[in-house]
């Protein structure tokens, strides 16, 4: 049988975009763990850590309309490398911060607002820049399957490794690493090989890019169904990661090693979702896959929300990052397939609003509940209301099944009035 999963490692730069990567994304991954940690040993606010995810992420809401039309407008080549080599003066100014043992919260969450707003930038630049990197396009889909692998890999092997930091050598070690692994990214880049690019003549200024943009999704009915789902998935249920130090720490009475064990199961089981998407054959229903892993997820939640066995919590978490996959991959995967090339990075600019710009606010949202109702409650309302959505792509997939089957008929009844 022939092996499709690693297709897309045929093209050269994508092989050095993914390893690059696959190392910095080690690090990221250490950086956020360690600033959940020390945050939550700070402040022992449950709030505070919703407000960590808030600044990280919010300006990506913000600022993505402008970094998805900066994407389409400019070289994304150039732009990657921009905004890797500013993310990593962010990962040194983190460093030096906690090296210095005089910092106040504020001044992380400032730094981690900072990112944010590269990160509005990076992500569309960085994911349109994909197409570009696969030689042979039929190998997109697994291009992308293979980053959410990547993205999945580094959250099982980071968490763990800043536990393991944390515990051993500090809250510095974390920070450092993570600014260290941003050569092997800058490296990789630097190395790729691209064509050279006509420069373009934009008749049209940012602003009404951006007006273009929302004008395209709007009139896309599809497009417009799955970001909607991905943004109230993004709302309501992935910000239970932001309450994970919680069970490490007051459920299960661990420390940071538990922390990070925790999430590189959640972080095993996406990567196994990853895998498993990404040796999918061309021509599988992947709206169909993505209401299946929804229902997964929310299963996985409900499970894991009132778990006190440690051994099945961790299996459940695992199950739950299983079907998290998929609301990051196949949507991406939809995103970038199915859009016109001149509209992808506006369209990755509006998926990243989804899925970053939805998680901060609900962040803000989770921690304000559970102080009110207690963690084990409100993770068990997240899973139900990612059943709920899981319902809603089953019933959106039935709608244009009859809707399919209306239109076939109503044509072979046309051809045949035709005929006779």
């Not at 569309?124 to 993205?151: C, F, H, T, W």
């Not at 943004?231 to 919680?246: E, R």
């Not at 009132?306 to 919590?313: E, G, K, R, V």
């Not at 959505?389 to 019933?395: A, D, E, K, N, P």
Request: glycine share 8%; charged share 15%; with cysteine.
């Amino acid at each position: 049988m022939k092996i499709t999963t690693f297709n897309a490692f045929k093209s050269r730069n994508y092989r050095l975009y993914f390893i690059g990567q696959s190392i910095s994304l080690i690090g990221t991954w250490m950086q956020k763990t360690a600033v959940s940690w020390v945050i939550y040993s700070v402040t022992h606010s449950k709030f505070m850590l919703g407000l960590s995810l808030f600044a990280s992420m919010f300006p990506s809401f913000v600022f993505s309309f402008i970094g998805g039309a900066t994407a389409d407008r400019y070289n994304r080549y150039r732009l990657l490398l921009i905004t890797q080599v500013a993310s990593m003066v962010q990962a040194v100014l983190l460093t030096l911060l906690i090296l210095s043992r005089h910092y106040a919260v504020w001044e992380i969450l400032a730094l981690s607002f900072v990112l944010g707003v590269i990160n509005a930038f990076d992500v569309p630049a960085r994911q349109s820049l994909v197409n570009e990197l696969i030689e042979d396009k039929k190998y997109l889909g697994n291009a992308l399957a293979l980053n959410s692998s990547m993205v999945n890999l580094s959250r099982l092997i980071g968490p763990a490794l800043a536990g393991l930091i944390l515990e051993k050598f500090g809250d510095v070690f974390c920070f450092g690493s993570n600014a260290i692994s941003f050569i092997a990214v800058i490296a990789s880049v630097l190395m790729m090989r691209l064509p050279a690019q006509k420069k373009q003549v934009h008749k049209k200024n940012i602003i009404q890019d951006i007006k273009d943009g929302w004008d395209y999704l709007r009139n896309t009915k599809q497009l417009k169904f799955i970001i909607t789902m991905l943004g109230m998935m993004s709302l309501f249920v992935l910000p239970y990661t932001t309450l994970i130090p919680v069970y490490a720490k007051d459920i299960f009475h661990g420390t940071a090693s538990t922390f990070g064990i925790i999430d590189s199961m959640i972080g095993l089981g996406a990567f196994a979702g990853a895998i498993y998407l990404a040796s999918l054959k061309p021509g599988r229903n992947l709206r169909k896959i993505l209401a299946i892993n929804t229902l997964v997820f929310g299963v996985g939640l409900v499970l894991f929300s009132h778990m006190h066995n440690y051994i099945l919590a961790l299996a459940c978490a695992a199950l739950a990052g299983f079907g998290m996959m998929s609301q990051i991959t196949i949507s991406n995967t939809l995103v970038q397939t199915t859009v016109d090339p001149q509209m992808r990075g506006r369209m990755i600019s509006i998926y990243a609003m989804a899925f970053f710009g939805m998680q901060p606010l609900g962040g803000l949202l989770v921690g304000t509940i559970s102080q009110k109702i207690g963690v084990p409650d409100t993770v068990l309302a997240e899973g139900c209301i990612a059943l709920f959505i899981g319902g809603l792509h089953l019933r959106f997939l039935k709608r244009n099944k009859m809707k399919t089957i209306q239109m076939n008929t109503q044509r072979n009844v046309q051809a045949v009035e035709a005929a006779s």
